[in-house]
């Protein structure tokens, strides 16, 4: 047990990405998978926005030529290192990170929100096709996404879906329900069942599995709709 009372060894983490505001789809799905990660006792999470760059003025451009000091300086102090952006930061700052983590002996998460990196013009798409080779792993929102990746040949890459917190109460509803199975399929109609599908605890579980089995430098095996896939 360790000094925080968890029976499992703290995993220290570099996570990178846009957090709100401005409130946002990749924003609020960056803060939901943080705020998951605060609240765990075998976390020690290091955080760094790279939001509101763009359009901010001199803030934004002292946040811009401060990040990658911030990653440089962060790497030195974690076990692994993630990084969720979209669209062109996934090309740009996303090759300069999975550098770092190579040159530091870091593993490192990339997560890449919507969108096609491989459609971002000669040099982003070059760019983003490296990222994606050099990442440990990579996450992707979508199956077409997955399966472009498989045909490029990055064998990391793994479904990494939108998720968001389910609410207690619907937890509970569900226990009540299912007392009755045939009122609950009447109601549910397998709604309740989908959404739980997507519930960010677990997929925050699976984040953090993801990042103990690189730590220990197991190798990454891709699940699910992927093994098929291939």
Same mark, same amino acid.
């Given at each position: ?8 060894? !703290? ?12 409130? &946002?789809?990749? #924003? @609020? +799905?960056?803060?939901? =998978? ?45 076990? !692994? ?12 700052? &996303?090759?300069? #990170? @999975? +550098?770092?983590?190579? =040159? ?63 609410? @207690? ?62």
């Amino acid at each position: 047990m360790n000094s925080k009372g968890c029976d499992k060894e !703290v995993l220290r983490m570099l996570v990178l990405g846009p957090l709100p505001p401005p409130i &946002g789809g990749t #924003t @609020v +799905l960056l803060k939901t =998978l943080v705020d998951d990660l605060a609240r765990r006792e075998d976390i020690q999470l290091r955080i760094i926005n790279t939001g509101a760059i763009r359009k901010n003025g001199i803030r934004g451009a002292g946040k811009l030529i401060g990040t990658p000091f911030a990653i440089v300086i962060g790497a030195t102090r974690v076990d !692994v290192i993630s990084a969720h952006l979209n669209d062109m930061p996934f090309a740009h700052l &996303g090759l300069f #990170t @999975v +550098l770092v983590g190579r =040159l530091m002996g870091r593993p490192v998460v990339m997560r890449k929100f919507g969108g096609n990196p491989f459609r971002l013009g000669k040099v982003g798409s070059w760019m983003a096709y490296k990222v994606m080779r050099l990442a440990n792993a990579s996450l992707v929102e979508t199956h077409a996404l997955l399966r472009e990746a498989d045909a490029k040949r990055a064998s990391n890459v793994q479904w990494y879906p939108n998720n968001r917190p389910i609410p @207690v109460a619907l937890y509970q509803a569900m226990e009540l329900l299912s007392e009755d199975q045939e009122l609950f399929a009447r109601l549910c109609k397998g709604a309740l069942l989908k959404s739980l599908d997507f519930d960010s605890r677990a997929w925050t579980e699976k984040f953090v599995n993801i990042c103990r089995t690189l730590v220990s430098g197991r190798q990454i095996r891709p699940v699910g709709w992927f093994a098929h896939a291939r």
